[in-house]
């Protein structure tokens, strides 16, 4: 008798709601296309499809439509049961009248600037140093009832009929609502409120507004980015970073995450001169009275000249070594030597997993011979780290050090070498050039990392020559590497921090003349030209650096690379580029190359919309310039009528000219920015 074949009508719903969450973290649209197969199949999808919920915040009337499809919805397909995450992002107004009160700011408001610098490269790396308008008292706190308030009903009934909610994202501008606090507490006690827009308004009353209070210590209460600044815009102290301490030191229960949000608020440096007035804490904290049990904490600015010793401030209101996420230091502002002695003398931080560091020489005028051992000596207080970025000055012996105390367990890596620019004229020391990543590192990393899944490293750009094609060909080897990420490094320090190096010979003889002159360095057009070859990565060149690392990867298939290009113009001193920093902006794009369904490549450019906007204000220079050198003609020479075509002004310029010395004008061409290509990849 012929076994019968299985079919999906015959297997148990526990077993299909397991292809369905394959399906959901693997490739949603098949999620979908499994629901449309059978009615079963259909209500084995409903928890994967309804898990996670997101409500974008537009307007109080969409609000208030957008909750009330939910609840229908859901309903509908008995799904509430299936709801464990609820996400909120976004703001409405209830009237025109600006937020900030007191305070009038001729530049874009910062929450809007966030939207529009939004960086599809580096992410939300960008967030946590801000600037822009910033009043700690915009506006009155929310009331319970009050009409923004009662705004948020239909998402407070929503949040009501859920019975196994767990996690409450709430990423918008408007303040948190008394009233869906008040659900939380009632029908979803065992929710976790995550507020990326949390801060006080009301510290300078000497007691905060008891709302605010009720908001800080809820029990629900579990991560937060805290919005902080040494003085706002209107001149107030601002004391939500010491706030936020407290509560992590106990005041807040079950708060184990927060994120500072460092604010360099506009107008602030004209208070800088009054002393910062005392922090009288929140009611209820006693100092030295208990310490926190965080376990993720990011402080992008911990060396600040206003506050110092905040590091140490924060370690006498929590447990790093409960910590298990740790981020320090911003691309900047990274922790210096002092910093880094302090730490291994005083803390330690054997449970961190997630480590995120970037690290600063800090003193330029003197050579610091023990910067890399201290370096080394903190890596070495940390356990076995499963993801690290490490970013500022980076040197070989702490590459092998990260290798050896962490290789083995390293899933995400993440290195950025970079170094000073501006050095000190007394400075009697060896000027470092920024560490670059050679094939020889790459299989090194391969070596030590077995478990190795994401890597973030940067390539030095030698005009796609064989070496630049070897160190591409070496990720390759990486048997578990599924994410890429690849700055393109296009500068040139050895121009001003070890010339000798240069093969000056390989320079055009004709391109010898000098081609900038800023603020007394000279900079020849051969390097500038050089500069712009490195520069130029169009879309060709990024599926050519893919399908070079595809041909020859072993293991796991890569599933995306990203390129960052940057670095042009950059050659060891502020030089300043000139007009050249245009052209350097139009070539030097930034790609992901992804593997999509059955094995698609698609190429997408990044930033592609802020490149454009540039683009078009490049554009409409050329027009004003076309029209004053039109008027002048006019006026000068009586004529009627005097036809200037844009192209022209810009071959004009000795940027464009030093442009066409490495790509000639395409016949036809009415822009400079048509013509170029990159380099093919060699050998």
Not at 516 to 527: F, H, M, Q
Request: hydrophobic share 35%; charged share 25%; proline share 5%.
């Amino acid at each position: 008798m012929d076994a019968v074949k299985p079919t999906l009508h015959n297997l148990p719903p526990e077993t299909l709601q397991q292809i369905a969450s394959h399906l959901d973290g693997s490739h949603r649209p098949s999620l979908y296309a499994f629901g449309l197969t059978s009615t079963i199949c259909h209500h084995a999808t409903l928890p994967s499809i309804f898990h996670d919920i997101y409500l974008p915040v537009r307007s109080r009337e969409a609000l208030q439509r957008d909750g009330d499809t939910l609840i229908k919805t859901l309903s509908r397909s008995d799904s509430m049961c299936h709801v464990r995450s609820l996400s909120i992002k976004g703001s409405f107004k209830m009237s025109s009248k600006p937020r900030t009160e007191g305070y009038k700011s001729g530049g874009k408001d910062r929450h809007s600037k966030i939207e529009a610098d939004a960086d599809e490269v580096l992410g939300d790396d960008r967030e946590l140093h801000l600037d822009g308008p910033h009043v700690v008292y915009d506006e009155s706190v929310i009331e319970k009832s009050s009409d923004e308030d009662l705004a948020w009903g239909s998402v407070v009934r929503f949040v009501k009929t859920l019975p196994h909610l767990s996690k409450l994202v709430y990423d918008c501008w408007n303040q948190f609502p008394p009233s869906l606090l008040d659900a939380l507490h009632d029908h979803q006690p065992q929710c976790k409120l995550y507020h990326f827009t949390f801060r006080f308004r009301t510290l300078l009353w000497g007691t905060p507004y008891p709302y605010e209070m009720a908001l800080a210590t809820s029990p629900c209460l579990y991560s937060v980015k805290v919005e902080s600044c040494w003085r706002d815009s209107a001149g107030d102290d601002d004391f939500n970073q010491e706030a936020a301490m407290e509560l992590a030191a106990g005041l807040s229960p079950n708060l184990k995450e927060i994120v500072v949000m460092d604010i360099e608020a506009e107008n602030c440096r004209r208070y800088w001169p009054r002393k910062r007035e005392t922090w009288r804490g929140l009611p209820g904290y006693v100092p030295g009275r208990s310490l926190g049990s965080l376990t993720s904490l990011s402080l992008p600015r911990v060396r600040s000249a206003l506050q110092p010793g905040m590091l140490q401030a924060w370690a006498e209101h929590t447990d790093f070594s409960l910590l298990r996420n740790l981020s320090l230091g911003r691309r900047d502002e990274g922790i210096t030597v002092d910093m880094m002695e302090w730490m291994v003398q005083n803390c330690s931080f054997p449970r961190v997993e997630t480590l995120r560091l970037h690290l600063s020489r800090d003193k330029f005028d003197v050579e610091q011979s023990n910067y890399a051992i201290t370096a080394i000596a903190l890596l070495d207080t940390f356990g076995s780290l499963e993801q690290l970025s490490l970013s500022g000055p980076l040197e070989p012996e702490i590459l092998d050090a990260i290798l050896n105390q962490h290789g083995h367990t390293l899933q995400n890596l993440s290195l950025l070498p970079s170094e000073p620019e501006g050095i000190s004229g007394i400075y009697q020391g060896q000027l470092r050039i920024p560490m670059t990543f050679t094939q020889e590192h790459i299989l090194k990393i391969n070596a030590y990392c077995p478990k190795l899944q994401q890597l973030s490293v940067s390539v030095k750009r030698t005009k796609s020559n064989a070496l630049e094609v070897a160190t591409y060909k070496s990720f390759g080897k990486l048997k578990q590497l599924k994410s890429l990420f690849i700055t393109l490094d296009c500068s040139d320090w050895w121009l001003s921090r070890d010339p000798d190096l240069r093969d000056d010979a390989a320079l055009e003889a004709a391109a010898r003349e000098i081609s900038i002159r800023r603020e007394s360095a000279l900079v020849d057009k051969g390097y500038v030209q050089d500069t712009l070859r490195n520069c130029a990565v169009d879309e060709t060149l990024a599926r050519s650096i893919w399908d070079t690392i595809c041909e020859n990867k072993e293991g796991q298939k890569l599933e995306s690379l990203k390129l960052w290009t940057t670095g042009g113009g950059k050659w060891g001193r502020h030089f300043g580029v000139g007009n050249i920093s245009q052209v350097i902006d139009n070539l030097s794009r930034s790609w992901r190359v992804a593997r999509e369904d059955e094995d698609i490549i698609n190429v997408r450019e990044l930033n592609r919309k802020v490149r454009e906007a540039r683009d078009l204000e490049l554009t409409k220079l050329y027009e004003r310039r076309a029209e004053h050198l039109r008027d002048n003609l006019l006026y000068h020479e009586a004529k009627e009528d005097v036809d200037i075509e844009l192209q022209d002004i810009a071959e004009a310029l000795e940027e464009v000219q030093v442009f066409r010395c490495v790509w000639p004008r395409k016949k036809g061409s009415k822009d400079w920015r048509e013509d170029w290509s990159s380099l093919p990849l060699q050998g």
